[in-house]
């Protein structure tokens, strides 16, 4: 590979060649790199730029660095995806809140899309499970509350028996940053009986067994928290 001219191309070269090192040899998460020495002789590098690329690659979870251990291949996670549309979402409150809309937009795409697969497992499955939570929803509702913690519940549950990790993650990048704004949004917020409410119906409409109707009422689901993005 040839290298690129400047400091920044150099950067760039050194995580290319250390991603690619990773990849070619199947690494995984927790398995050993090669110490500071003989990377910089292998890839011909300096030590503080290697250095500076190694936090890069540790940013992002790449790669871990043990102090006074070594360097192992990191478990990627999705925290710098999270930052990134926490800090974007925080500036859209005081201007357009298009990233919020954005981010409602992208998580109603992956639950609506995933309709038919959460219907086809459900249907040979029990909903016992989402029965409990909805019933805790609808407690807290008579009681006046909010239930944060029941909502992220019953839709992790929705999805987790499909097995795509990726989803879960994704959904849960997409709940924790909208539900850091949700109280600050500028329209009426809908009650705690209008959400037990959607959440009773996603369940009635899962057990029919019927994906457009589930889909159905997962938009209805949306369109009613879309009504706080208001000017």
Known sequence: MTRPRGAAGNQTFIRDQMKSYILERGLKAGDPLPNEQD?????????HPLR????????VGIIEIRHGY???VGEVSLQSLED?????MSQSMAGDLRDVQNVLEVRQALEVGLAEDVVNYFSTHGTDPLEEVVQRMEAKAAAGSYFPDEDW???QALYE???NALVIDLL???????????ARLPGARYTPADAAAWHRDLLDKLTSGDPDAFARSMKSHFNGIHTRLVD
């Open 84 to 88: 990134g549309l926490a800090f974007r």
């Open 172 to 182: 849960s990048v997409f709940w924790r940053t909208f539900a850091d704004v949700d």
């Open 52 to 59: 500076e690329a190694m936090k890069a690659l540790q940013a």
């Open 161 to 163: 028996p499909l097995g």
């Open 153 to 155: 519940a019953f839709h």
């Open 70 to 72: 070594g360097t192992y």
């Open 39 to 47: 990377l910089m002789a292998q890839l011909g590098v300096g030590r």
